[in-house]
């Protein structure tokens, strides 16, 4: 399984960037997918996940109301809207996926996945 994000890149605060990452090859199935991010010096964070399957997405309490998950199932693809862009949004971020059929609770931990995309850049700047 092979996760290809995109869609960074440099915006203004108050901006918005919608980044997008799709689950490519092997037989693998995923269950659920995610976002994290890492700025420089910090811990990876949790922004937001969903299952296929579908129910409501969880966030990560710095994104809520301004992050929007979606998700293409057709396509395998997952988005991430991101609105009211602060500089403290500035970090590389990351899709994530697992096979595994997490319970809610456990979404927001990185030991969680099997699988991580290489990362897109996100840099709020003036």
Not at 35 to 62: I, L, M, T
Not at 94 to 108: D, N, P
Request: overall charge positive; hydrophobic content about 35%.
């Amino acid at each position: 399984v092979q996760l290809q994000a995109s869609g960074g890149g440099l915006v203004q605060p108050g901006g918005s960037l919608r980044l997008s990452c799709a689950v490519t090859g092997g037989n693998s199935r995923t269950n659920v997918m995610a976002w994290f991010r890492q700025a420089p010096g910090k811990e990876r964070e949790f922004v937001a996940a969903n299952r296929w399957s579908g129910g409501s997405a969880r966030y990560g309490d710095s994104v809520k109301g301004r992050f929007t998950f979606s998700k293409e199932n057709a396509k395998k693809t997952i988005h991430l809207q991101m609105n009211s862009l602060t500089p403290e949004d500035t970090a590389v971020y990351y899709c994530a996926a697992t096979s595994r059929g997490l319970i809610v609770s456990t979404m927001g931990f990185a030991d969680s996945y099997d699988y991580w995309g290489q990362g897109t850049l996100v840099t709020v700047s003036s």
